[in-house]
């Protein structure tokens, strides 16, 4: 029996239709990350799970009951929002209890629940503050803890890292899975950045234009995205986009870049003569000063490093131009100016260029 | 030599504050920048940056030093005065005018012909893929396009320095590696002095030949990415640049026949007195205590002598990010491998010498980075 | 860029104190005149010296006027309670109602809220008298001239009105996730309510409050026509003062010095209250 199961919810604001008949479920235990840019639906979702905004149709079950209708305090879930929404006239331990002061627990018993989270979050030191006195990385802790301490079936973390600064950020996202797991809660965690999704999800929901484009495990995500949006989402830098009809070549179908032919391999014959875009990603681009077979030229236009990568911005015969990365220093070696790639012909992705989605390799 | 373009010689910001102590934000910054080069100013948010940044343009009065551009003392003069052009963080584009006749904007006063006014406005925006929007009003386009827009008005000029503000904080990430690298070519095909201001040290690296690391309004380090990382000169700058920020330990020392860094509550690195250079062993000196660093990329996973437990094993397509659980924090490791260890394990790691930085536990200096003394 | 020279400061400092005298002496001259006789009062050249009396102040309190006519009955200190009960009254009662109602106007649009909205703003800009006539009548086909209940009823139309435009403000100001977080806590609307929204619009539901507090003791109009003598407030009742023996300058005094001293120590105390808000620093920024 799942956890939590959203049925065929839809949901219209004016005219616009942020939701459009999507179904998720998540089991005891698992998170789910719902990821996807900006605008893209994912407050709303959570927001109708918790209640505090009603849907135009499907149904929500919690735990195996129908709670479409429930108000949201019958729910049982905690909730921790972007932007902490912390009650500004009480202090923190006050802020983090509220999630208990409505049950049936003693005082002595809410001290104790209250102190166990915060040590947990390390802010134990700072429960006698009021919210404006707390720093923004202890402001977030304080909304975690508040959504923990009841110990909730089900969890739901809307972007809570977003607005904290990037060394905190990091550091949150390590002890995050560990922590979420000790909980034991089912999670549905919003985020707009890939890395945190990855990083966090047994399975990733990507939500685009109102629906899920594909719901898998981050490998897969990564690996065999559903569509060429989907893959655009995942990685940085985002994966080169080569609009092509690849032809067929002694049995291989080959494209063209700036005058060369490059091959995929043979599993993709059956997209020979249709319209494609293959995709490639950035770290699937090997570069070289010197020709390598299956390479074709390039100019190095620029050499940006990028946290221990580099990233080249590449210029083909045709003018198109290409993001390749290496690990390392390269930086130290690469100049500008002519040079050879080449791509990991297993790495490659093809997907229809009318429909976007994916074609998938035929094994003969 | 290469020729120097700007000089800031002992500049101070100093803010009054009516009924309240006085803020030094910036105190006696010394920098040099050469002509072409282009440089970041780096730090969080309070730092003295933006005040720096706005002194050399004009809209903050100098409280004390001297600042030079291009042979000419600039401190004094009103901005338009000083031949700089600034893409400001707030986007500034002016409401009544289409992005086009922003971007044009200065070019028009100037005496050149509207031909060449068209197609420079027509280029700068190619490069920042505003083309489609060059005749709508800046009240109808997105964030990002108005930055970019705002980004465009600045580098279409021909000025003696171009000071940007922030330029990409709010751009779509889809569209910041592309950006960076033509950014990065416009400015050193024509040799573009330019500073920028950033928070985001990744941002600095991608796009400076330097990088000036500010911290309370003091200069931490004005060095190129490279050296920043391998080199930093003290513990600010070290945990600062870079992500993963590098991982730091207290420890006690002893540097004797044996050099044995011990963690608190932690692992004890331990080496040969031959593998570290005399040269390191003398800066380390009779202390006792230290900072010991090691970036996430240089601690070596699956053999040594250390073992901890994994707290997290993140694989993010192109790398992998593993945390271990040493002294109470973590460390955090980084492999363009995927690594087989799942949260709970127990993983063997290394930190060789020529990994190690160590740091002053009192003052935060650097004393030596690997294998060299700092 | 920001520096006064002194001789703007010493300018700016002359400019208020003009500003200061020119609002204030009128006060304060009326102040003095409470602790003069009629004589003293009416003296040209007027004085700023002159042995205070009391008279003034113990002529309002017992009721009991001495003239060259006679003993009059002043029925201040009656009218002096008519205005405290029918100002706190009517604020409470406007309270209870407006501030669940600016509740409602803030959080839940409702087809036709900003047009109803906007004619509950609408009674604050037609002057009193254009319903008066027609209000008196109503009154005495219902009996309700001359009570405290018909007066109190009259006096909505001055505070709710504010008290819904200013507290709906304050509403809107909180952040919903607050609210939604509380529920989600496990808490009803109610508690929502009364725990987080009221104690967090507090400030604007002070202000609202003592705003319509000073409206309604102001009123002159309505009291005027609807009520009559012992259900008087004390702007009506100013008009007593106005006797067949002449006009008692002094009493007149001395009773605007205790009608005001309500309304000024109320505000004076609830500025602390306001200047010392709340910081919303429980959302980030």
Redesign the interface.
């Known amino acids: 029996m799942a956890q939590m199961a959203i049925e065929r919810v839809s949901k219209r604001f004016k005219t616009n239709t942020v939701l459009d008949d999507v179904s998720l479920s998540a089991e005891t235990g698992e998170i789910v990350v719902v990821f996807g840019p900006s605008g893209s639906g994912k407050t709303v979702l959570l927001r109708l799970i918790a209640g505090v905004e009603d849907l135009d149709a499907g149904s929500i079950s919690l735990q195996g009951k129908d709670v479409t209708n429930a108000a949201p305090e019958a729910r049982g879930l905690g909730m921790a929002f972007q932007n902490f929404a912390l009650f500004p006239h009480m202090s923190a331990f006050d802020n983090i209890a509220s999630a208990l002061t409505a049950g049936a627990s003693s005082k002595s018993q809410i001290l104790s629940k209250v102190e166990a989270v915060a040590r947990l979050l390390k802010i134990g030191h700072v429960l006698q503050h009021a919210p404006r006195e707390l720093s923004n990385g202890q402001k977030q802790r304080t909304a975690l803890a508040r959504a923990l301490v009841s110990d909730p079936r089900i969890l739901l973390l809307d972007d809570p890292l977003r607005n904290v600064d990037a060394k905190l950020r990091y550091e949150m996202r390590m002890e995050l899975p560990s922590l979420l797991k000790t909980s034991g809660s089912t999670v549905l965690y919003v985020t707009q950045d890939y890395k945190e999704a990855m990083a966090l999800g047994d399975r990733i929901a990507v939500l685009l234009d109102g629906k899920f484009a594909q719901v898998a495990t981050p490998a897969q995500v990564y690996r065999e995205p559903a569509s060429l949006d989907v893959a655009r989402l995942f990685g940085d830098p985002t994966v080169n986009v080569i609009p092509t009809t690849p032809t067929l070549e002694n049995g291989l179908p080959v494209f063209d870049i700036g005058g060369a032919s490059i091959a995929l391999p043979s599993s993709y014959a059956h997209v020979a003569g249709r319209a494609c875009v293959v995709g490639v990603r950035p770290e699937s681009i090997a570069v070289s000063e010197a020709f390598a077979s299956g390479a074709f030229p390039v100019e190095v236009v620029a050499v940006t490093p990028l946290n221990e990568k580099s990233v080249l911005l590449l210029r083909a015969g045709d003018g198109r131009e290409l993001l390749a990365s290496e690990a390392g220093e390269g930086e130290l070696t690469r100049r500008r100016g002519p040079a050879c790639a080449s791509f990991d012909r297993d790495a490659m992705l093809v997907f229809d260029a009318a429909s976007g989605l994916r074609i998938a390799p035929q094994s003969h | 030599m290469a020729e120097i373009t700007l000089a800031l010689e002992n500049v101070d910001k100093i803010y009054q504050r009516r009924g309240k102590a006085p803020v030094r934000a910036v105190k006696a910054l010394n920098m040099a920048i050469e002509a072409g080069e282009i440089v970041a100013l780096l730090g969080?948010s309070g730092c003295g940056k933006t005040s720096t940044l706005r002194m050399i343009a004009g809209f903050?009065?100098v409280s004390a030093g001297k600042i030079t551009l291009a042979g000419r003392r600039i401190e004094q003069l009103a901005p338009a005065k000083r031949n700089v052009a600034m893409a400001f963080e707030g986007y500034s584009l002016y409401p009544p005018l289409t992005v086009r006749n922003n971007i044009a904007f200065a070019l028009k006063s100037s005496a050149m012909p509207s031909a060449q006014i068209h197609s420079a406005v027509q280029d700068v925006a190619a490069l920042l893929e505003i083309e489609p929007i060059l005749d709508r009003y800046p009240s109808s386009i997105s964030g990002g396009q108005q930055q970019r827009a705002s980004l465009a008005r600045a580098l279409v000029r021909s000025a003696d320095l171009y000071l940007l503000d922030e330029p990409m904080g709010q751009l779509?990430?889809?569209l910041?590696?592309?950006l960076?690298?033509?950014l990065?070519?416009l400015l050193?095909e024509r040799r573009m002095t330019s500073i920028f201001v950033t928070h985001?040290?990744?941002e600095a690296?991608?796009?400076a030949d330097r990088i000036a690391v500010m911290e309370d309004g003091v200069l931490q380090q004005f060095a190129g990415?490279?050296e920043l990382k391998d080199r930093p000169a003290n513990l600010f700058v070290a945990?600062?640049v870079?992500?993963?920020?590098m991982n730091v330990f207290d420890a006690d020392a002893i540097n004797a026949d044996r050099v044995r860094f011990m963690v608190a509550d932690g692992p004890a690195l331990d080496f040969a007195a031959s593998d570290i250079p005399t040269g390191v062993r003398s800066a380390i000196g009779s202390r006792s205590r230290v900072v010991v660093g090691v970036r996430p990329?240089s601690v070596r996973l699956g053999a040594g002598a250390q073992d901890a437990r994994v707290?997290?094993n993140?694989?993010?397509?192109?790398?992998t990010?593993i945390?271990l659980e040493v002294a109470g924090k973590?460390l955090?490791a980084?492999s363009?491998a995927p690594v087989a260890a799942k949260?709970g394990e127990r993983l063997r790691y290394s930190i060789a010498p020529d990994a190690l930085h160590v740091f002053d536990a009192s003052s935060g200096a650097a004393l030596s980075h690997g294998l060299e003394a700092a | 860029m920001e520096h006064s020279s002194p001789l703007e400061k010493v300018l700016r400092g002359l400019a208020i104190a003009l500003i200061m005298i020119f609002f204030l002496f009128p006060i304060f001259w009326i102040f003095l005149m409470s602790f003069q006789t009629n004589e003293d009062i009416l003296r040209i050249p007027p004085s700023l010296f002159f042995s205070p009396t009391l008279s003034n102040y113990q002529a309002l309190i017992t009721g009991k006027l001495e003239t060259v006519s006679g003993t009059l009955d002043i029925a201040f200190m009656r009218n002096l309670w008519n205005s405290v009960l029918l100002s706190t009254v009517s604020v409470g009662l406007a309270l209870i109602l407006g501030v669940p109602a600016a509740y409602a106007f803030a959080r839940y649009k409702f087809p036709l809220s900003e047009d109803i909205a906007f004619t509950l703003l609408s009674f604050r800009f037609a002057p009193p008298l254009l319903v008066l006539l027609p209000l008196s009548l109503y009154y005495q086909q219902i009996g309700l001239t001359d009570t405290y209940v018909g007066l109190i009823w009259v006096y909505q139309l001055i505070a709710l009105p504010l008290i819904l435009w200013i507290v709906r403000g304050y509403f809107e100001d909180i952040s919903p996730d607050i609210e939604s977080a509380y529920r989600i806590s496990g808490h009803s609307w109610w508690r929502t309510f009364t725990r987080i929204a009221v104690p967090l619009a507090g400030p604007g539901i002070a202000a609202a409050g003592l705003l319509a507090f000073i409206f309604c003791w102001n009123n002159f109009v309505f009291a005027l026509i609807l009520a009559s003598a012992d259900k008087q407030p004390v702007t009506v009742g100013s008009l007593a003062f106005v006797t067949a023996a002449g006009i008692q300058y002094g009493q007149i005094a001395a009773a605007i010095v205790l009608s005001i001293t309500p309304t000024l120590a109320i505000a004076l105390w609830a500025q602390r209250y306001l200047v010392e808000g709340l910081s919303l620093g429980a959302v980030k920024g």
Do not use: M, Y
């Open positions: 969080s903050e009065e779509e990430p889809q910041r590696a592309v960076r690298g033509r990065k070519n050193l985001d040290q990744t690296n991608a796009l990415p490279r945990t600062f870079g992500e993963p920020p990329h707290i997290s993140q694989w993010l397509g192109d790398q990010h945390a973590l955090v980084v363009h949260s």
